[in-house]
């Protein structure tokens, strides 16, 4: 199985960066009452982290059960069901 550590790493510096991302838009646009964040915006935004996240969620996902050998699983199932003689 290839090692998917680095790819799991990137993906985990991303979703990092978009929730801080996230987290410092809240932060500056819930300060000034002038320039306040309407619900509008902040239904955006979240639907925009979310969109992304899944995303990025779904990769990993896709790239673990891709590096799954299902014909060496398959044949050793396969060998664990006959019984030995």
Excluded: C, H, Q
Aim: aromatic share 6%; no cysteine; hydrophobic share 35%.
């Amino acid at each position: 199985m290839p090692d998917t550590r680095n790819s799991d790493d990137a993906t985990i510096l991303e979703v990092t960066r978009l929730i801080n991302d996230f987290k410092e838009t809240f932060a500056a646009k819930t300060k000034d009452p002038n320039d306040f964040l309407t619900i509008d915006e902040l239904e955006k935004r979240w639907s925009e982290l979310r969109s992304n996240t899944d995303v990025l969620y779904s990769d990993m996902i896709l790239k673990l059960m891709s590096s799954v050998n299902e014909r060496d699983i398959v044949s050793k199932k396969k060998g664990n069901m006959n019984p030995e003689a």
